[in-house]
């Protein structure tokens, strides 16, 4: 039985050439030559898919079941749409975890029967505060510059630039969970597109 040498380079272990040289040589230069078709063809494909991506991108609806969360209290448990309905007074907005796990004011209808269908983000739009709200003046105060916000989180006094985020709120029909989505259509109190997406 003959032995074979192995040789070590900085490449790593070669086996020492064989007999047939111009064979391997011939094979390498295939595999590089298809290498190369293949780099050309991934760059050219690129090339064309990519602006048909972009263009496309528009049509693709912004909101999925994914971006969806369920609201959460306090300590993470998630919120059931009836029982926190019935523990909370008329007109009440009380801080959740919402999407993101970002504080939102989810909002009880002045009825007290179910909760409005959007919430808003507790964050100032100025520079990220939690604002909280002030029952007795029924308005959302920034502790740390002085943003006013109407109970529907309409700027009343800057330095706050825009009004407060909304997200949708819904109940999932077969949990009785709350429901949050992202909200990215017209803005209702202002009638123009959401400045937050």
């Known amino acids: 039985m003959q032995s074979q040498s192995y040789s070590f380079q900085s490449q790593g272990l070669l086996r020492p ?32 898919t990519l602006p048909e991506a972009a263009a ?3 049509l693709i609806p912004k909101t999925t079941k994914s971006t969806a969360t369920f609201a959460k209290d306090k300590f993470g448990s998630v919120l059931i749409a ?3 309905v019935a523990s909370k007074p008329a007109r009440d ?8 796990d970002e504080p939102t004011y989810l909002i ?8 409005f269908t959007f919430a808003l983000n507790a964050e100032c739009s100025h520079l990220g505060c939690i604002v909280p709200w002030n029952e007795f003046e029924k308005k959302f105060e920034c502790p740390c510059h002085g943003s006013t916000y109407d109970a529907m989180g309409n700027v009343l006094r800057g330095p706050a630039p825009k009004s ?34």
């Open 164 to 197: 407060l985020t909304l997200a949708h709120v819904d109940t999932d029909e077969e949990s009785g969970k709350i429901v949050m989505s992202p909200w990215t259509e017209t803005d209702f109190r202002t009638n123009e597109s959401p400045w937050w997406t």
């Open 93 to 100: 907005r009380s801080l959740v975890f919402g999407l993101k």
């Open 108 to 115: 009880i209808n002045e009825d007290k029967s179910s909760l």
């Open 17 to 48: 050439p064989s007999s047939d040289t111009k064979n391997n040589a011939d094979s390498s230069e295939i595999d590089r030559r298809q290498l190369l078709q293949q780099i050309v063809l991934f760059s050219v494909t690129s090339f064309i």
């Open 82 to 84: 009836e029982q926190y």
């Open 56 to 58: 496309a991108a528009p």
